[in-house]
C-alpha cells in the first residue's frame, strides 16, 4: 500500500477544528443517527435518569437525543470546538447535559456515582497506541458501576477494513469536496489517512491514523480491562459482524453484578 504517512502518534489532539468539525457535523445522515440512537438505547437497556458518558462526544450527535430522552447525559471530547458546538446546540433545545474537554482515558467518576452505562460511537477507537486504548477501556470500566454497560463501535477492524481498502477516493458531500488518501503501515497494523476539506474556497489537509485490530481482539481487550462481552454485531439493525461488514458494535459488561443506577 506504499509508504506510512506518518502521522503524528497525538494526531488526534489537532485534527478535530476548522472544517474537519464543520464536515463531520455536516455529513451523517439524520437517518444514521437515529439508529444510533435506537441501538443504544435497546442495547444498553437505558431509562429516563440513567447516568450515561458518551466519548468521545463530539458536537453532541448522540449526547444530545439521549438527553432528550431523559437521560443524564455527559460528554467527553478534546476538541473545544465540538464542544462549542454541543453546548450551543443543548442550550437551543433547552437541554442540561455536562460537557467535559478532556483526553478520552481522562474519565472520571461524577459526584452522583459510577455511570450506568458508556458508549464510544462514530468509529473513535484506536486513535491511541496500544498502551493508550487498553488505558481508555480501563477507564471505562472504572466508571461504570457493577453490572453497567459499555456498547463500541469500530470501523477499522481487519475484517471490515481490509477488503474495502482504497488508496484515494473522493467525493462531494453536504457541501464540501473530500478527497481521503490512505496507506496500511504494515509493522504496526495502522491505517494512516491523509483528509482534504474543501468548501466555499477554503481548504484543510489534515492527518490521520488509527490501530487496526482483529475482533476477537478488541473483545479479548475488553475482558483485560474487566468488560465481558455479551453481544456482538455487524450493524445496527442487528445483522451479525462478519467479514466485510461495515463496523463492528460490541456490548459489554462491567462483571461485579447488577448495577445500582437506573436501566430500562
Not at 483528509?195 to 484543510?204: A, I
Request: charged share 25%; net charge negative.
Amino acid at each position: 500500500m506504499g509508504a506510512p504517512l506518518n502521522a503524528p502518534q497525538d494526531w488526534w489532539k489537532f485534527f478535530f477544528s476548522g472544517l474537519a468539525v464543520d464536515f463531520w457535523r455536516a455529513v451523517l445522515p439524520p437517518e444514521a443517527t437515529a439508529a444510533d440512537v435506537e441501538f443504544l438505547w435497546r442495547h444498553l437497556r437505558l431509562s429516563p435518569d440513567a447516568r450515561v458518558l458518551d466519548v468521545p462526544c463530539g458536537a453532541g450527535r448522540l449526547t444530545l437525543p439521549l438527553a432528550e430522552r431523559g437521560c443524564a447525559m455527559t460528554g467527553i471530547d478534546i476538541s473545544q470546538e465540538f464542544l462549542d458546538a454541543a453546548g450551543e446546540s443543548a442550550a437551543g433545545k433547552n437541554l442540561s447535559v455536562t460537557l467535559v474537554c478532556a483526553d478520552m482515558r481522562r474519565v472520571e467518576v461524577p459526584r452522583e456515582g459510577a455511570f450506568d452505562a458508556v458508549f464510544c460511537f462514530g468509529n473513535s477507537f484506536g486513535y491511541l497506541d496500544d498502551a493508550g486504548n487498553e488505558e481508555f477501556l480501563e477507564a471505562v470500566a472504572a466508571a461504570l458501576g457493577p453490572g453497567g454497560l459499555f456498547a463500541l463501535d469500530f470501523g477499522q477492524t481487519a475484517e471490515s477494513v481490509y477488503p474495502r481498502l482504497e488508496p484515494r477516493q473522493e467525493a462531494e458531500m453536504g457541501g464540501f469536496y473530500f478527497v481521503e488518501e490512505t496507506r496500511l503501515d504494515p509493522v504496526t497494523s495502522r491505517i494512516e489517512n491523509v483528509f482534504v476539506f474543501s468548501k466555499d474556497g477554503r481548504t484543510e489537509r489534515k492527518l490521520a491514523s488509527q490501530r487496526v485490530y482483529l475482533a476477537g481482539d478488541v473483545v479479548r481487550m475488553l475482558a483485560r480491562a474487566g468488560l465481558e462481552t455479551r453481544e456482538v454485531f455487524g450493524s445496527t439493525d442487528g445483522q451479525p459482524f462478519g467479514l466485510s461488514s461495515q463496523r463492528l458494535l460490541v456490548v459489554a459488561e462491567k462483571r461485579g453484578g447488577a448495577s445500582g443506577g437506573k436501566r430500562g
